[in-house]
C-alpha cells in the first residue's frame, strides 16, 4: 500500500501531477483544497466559514483538516493502489497527527516535494485565476498564500528530511517534464 505525499508550493503544479498519477496508476488523489472547495460550493454554513478563511488565503483549522482526512480514511475501502495526498500534511501538527494515523495503520507514505521558483508560482497562479474562479487565485491572496507556505508548510520539510523520507522533483518545467521525472522516481516503489 502506497500513500504519496504531493507537496510543494501554491502553484506548484500538485493537483495536476496527481491527476496524472491517478489516471496512469489507479491512485486515488485526495486534495484537500478540493475537498474544501466542494464543502463551500455546497452552501453549508460550514462551507461558509471555510471560505472566510481560504479567500483570505489563510490555512484551514488542523481539527477540520485531521476531521476530513480521518473521515477519508475510513471511507476508502479498496486500499490496494495507493493513495495520494495532495495539499495535506500542511502544517507540523497535521504531519505528526497524519505519522500517528499511518503508524495505527501500519502504513507508511512517501513524501515528494515540488520544486518552482517563486516567479513562476506567480505567474501560474495568476494565469489560472483568469478561469478557475478560485476566490484566492489574485495577486493579494496569492501574496498571502506564499508567505503561509513559508512560515508553516515548509518547515515540513526538516520534518520528512529527519525521517529519510524528503524526495523532491523539479516542478518549473512542463507538465510533461515533470511527471516524466516524478515517474521515474516513483518506478522504485511501483514496479
Ligand atoms: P494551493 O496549493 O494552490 O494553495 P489548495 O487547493 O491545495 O491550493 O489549497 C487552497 C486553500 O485551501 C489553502 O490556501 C488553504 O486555505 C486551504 N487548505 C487546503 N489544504 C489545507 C490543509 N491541509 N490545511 C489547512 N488548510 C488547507
Known amino acids: 500500500m502506497l500513500n504519496i505525499i504531493l507537496s510543494g508550493a501554491p502553484g506548484s503544479g500538485k493537483g495536476t501531477q496527481s491527476d496524472l ?3 496512469k496508476y489507479g491512485f486515488k488523489h485526495l486534495s484537500t483544497g478540493d475537498l474544501l472547495r466542494e464543502e463551500i460550493a455546497s452552501g453549508s454554513e460550514f462551507g461558509k466559514r471555510i471560505d472566510a478563511i481560504i479567500s483570505k488565503g489563510n490555512l484551514v483549522s488542523d481539527d477540520i483538516i485531521m476531521h476530513l482526512i ?3 480514511f475510513e471511507s476508502v475501502d479498496d486500499r490496494a493502489v495507493g493513495l495520494i495526498f495532495d495539499g495535506f500534511p ?11 494515523l499511518l503508524k495505527e495503520r501500519q502504513e507508511e507514505a512517501l513524501m515528494i516535494n515540488l520544486v518552482v521558483d517563486e516567479q513562476e508560482l506567480v505567474a ?12 484566492d487565485d489574485n495577486i493579494d491572496v496569492i501574496t498571502k498564500r506564499l508567505q503561509v507556505y513559508h512560515r508553516q508548510t515548509e518547515p515540513l520539510i526538516g520534518f520528512y528530511k529527519s525521517r529519510n523520507n524528503y524526495h523532491t522533483i523539479d516542478g518549473s518545467g512542463s507538465i510533461n517534464n515533470t511527471f516524466t521525472q516524478l515517474d521515474q522516481l516513483l518506478a522504485k516503489w511501483i514496479r
Open 90 to 100: 500542511r502544517t507540523l501538527p497535521q504531519a505528526e497527527a497524519f505519522e500517528q
Open 70 to 72: 480521518e473521515r477519508y
Open 124 to 135: 501560474r497562479m495568476l494565469n489560472r485565476g483568469k478561469t478557475s474562479g478560485r476566490s
Open 21 to 23: 498519477l491517478q489516471k
